[in-house]
C-alpha cells in the first residue's frame, strides 16, 4: 500500500517561495505506474489541483498556476517536491500529496494527511 507524507513550513512569508516535499513510501515513485499529485484546499475554492509528476517523469501543471509552480523528484529518497513562488495570503491553504494509477482528474487512490501551510507577514 502506498503511503503519502507532506512536510514543509507551516509559515510563509508573502513573496517568497513555498517548498513542500511528499514522501512516499509503499513502492518507489518511478513504478507501478502511479502518478503524484499536488491539490490544495482552501474554504473559499474548495479542491485545486496544482500539478502531476508520473512515474516516467510526466509533468503537468494547473494553467491558472502554471507560472509559479514547479514539481520534481528525487527518485532517491522517493520524494516529490513542490514549489510555488511569490505566494500572497490567498495560497493559505491545506496541501496534499495523492497518488493516482491514471491521469484522471479526481479520481485518486491515496492521500497524505495534508499539511496547513499560511501566507503571513
Known amino acids: 500500500q502506498v503511503r503519502l507524507q507532506e512536510s514543509g513550513p507551516g509559515l510563509v512569508r508573502p513573496s517568497q517561495t513555498l517548498s513542500l516535499t511528499c514522501t512516499v513510501s509503499?513502492?518507489?515513485?518511478?513504478?507501478?505506474?502511479?502518478?503524484y499529485v499536488w491539490i490544495r484546499q482552501t474554504p473559499g475554492k474548495g479542491l485545486e489541483w496544482m500539478g502531476t509528476?508520473?512515474?516516467?517523469?510526466?509533468?503537468a501543471y494547473n494553467p491558472s498556476l502554471r507560472n509559479r509552480t514547479s514539481i520534481s523528484r528525487d527518485t532517491i529518497k522517493n520524494q516529490i517536491t513542490l514549489q510555488l513562488s511569490s505566494v500572497t495570503p490567498e495560497d493559505t491553504a491545506m496541501y496534499y500529496c495523492?497518488?493516482?494509477?491514471?491521469?484522471?482528474?479526481?479520481?485518486?487512490?491515496?492521500w497524505g494527511q495534508g499539511t496547513q501551510v499560511t501566507v503571513s507577514s
Open positions: 495523492a497518488c493516482q494509477s491514471a491521469v484522471v482528474a479526481g479520481a485518486y487512490d491515496y
Open positions: 509503499g513502492g518507489s515513485i518511478t513504478a507501478n505506474s502511479h502518478y
Open positions: 509528476k508520473g512515474y516516467n517523469d510526466y509533468t
